[in-house]
């Protein structure tokens, strides 16, 4: 069935390094894609989005780039912080569809 | 501005009661979701509300989940007879509906534990 997965379930980054979190999604027909960083104990804030019509979008420290010939979605972090350690999402709207679908997740900690 | 507010933030119940949850949106915002999140996992969508249109219900698990929204405000979901494998955080979000993308904005969610 459809799905967004993600290579790695965790990710340690030493801090000042750049971080790269990938996701794979599997419906062509998706055409947006966010993703949120979920602290503990709190909901899902939205950090940076993409249209299908685009290849990478940038914002403060954040990369987003999408691959649609490999289905491929990534986010990369500049000079990793230690505030950054959370749970990053990424999920794909599909097509039609209103509700978002998400992976599993990614765990990044970043070490001192 | 106030963000997504949910209430309550915490609840503990024992299997078979009824639990009500409340979430009010960003104000402005038409369309407000509902998704389940177990331990350690992604989140599960539940249901989708847009301005007066009928909603998306397509993602409640059983007939033991229902949800209510009024106009383009608060909505509640209520689970019934509950289960130990509805302990899970309930968040609520919600969006604008502009466009082809729609940014969606989470509250805190409700921690749901079934004893």
């Known amino acids: 069935g459809e799905s967004v997965g993600l290579h790695l379930p965790t990710l340690s980054v030493q801090e000042g390094d750049n971080s790269i979190i990938n996701c794979a999604y599997s419906?062509?027909?998706?055409?947006?894609f966010i993703w949120y960083k979920q602290e503990s104990g709190k909901g899902p804030q939205f950090i940076i989005d993409?249209?299908?019509?685009?290849d990478k979008r940038q914002g403060q420290r954040v990369t987003v780039l999408l691959n649609k010939t490999v289905k491929h979605l990534s986010l990369q972090i500049a000079a990793t912080q230690p505030g950054d350690s959370a749970v990053y999402f990424c999920?794909?709207?599909?097509?039609?569809?209103?509700?978002?679908?998400f992976g599993s997740g990614t765990q990044l900690t970043v070490l001192p | 501005g106030a963000g997504v507010s949910q209430s309550p933030s915490n609840k503990v119940t024992e299997k078979g009661k009824d639990v009500e949850l409340r979430c009010d949106p960003i104000?402005?915002?038409?369309?407000l979701y509902w998704y389940r999140q177990r331990l350690g996992q992604g989140l599960e969508f539940l249901i989708y509300?847009?301005?007066?249109?009928?909603?998306?219900k397509s993602g409640l698990p059983s007939d033991r989940f229902s949800a209510e929204r009024t106009g383009e405000s608060v909505s509640t979901l209520t689970i019934q007879r509950t289960q130990q494998e509805d302990s899970a955080v309930y968040l609520c979000?919600?969006?604008?509906?502009?466009?082809?993308?729609?940014?969606?904005?989470f509250g805190p969610g409700t921690r749901l534990t079934v004893l």
């Open positions: 979000a919600s969006s604008l509906r502009r466009g082809g993308t729609d940014t969606q904005y």
């Open positions: 419906n062509s027909a998706s055409d947006y």
């Open positions: 993409i249209r299908s019509n685009m």
């Open positions: 999920a794909e709207n599909l097509g039609s569809a209103r509700q978002l679908t």
């Open positions: 104000s402005g915002h038409t369309a």
């Open positions: 509300f847009q301005g007066n249109s009928a909603p998306d």
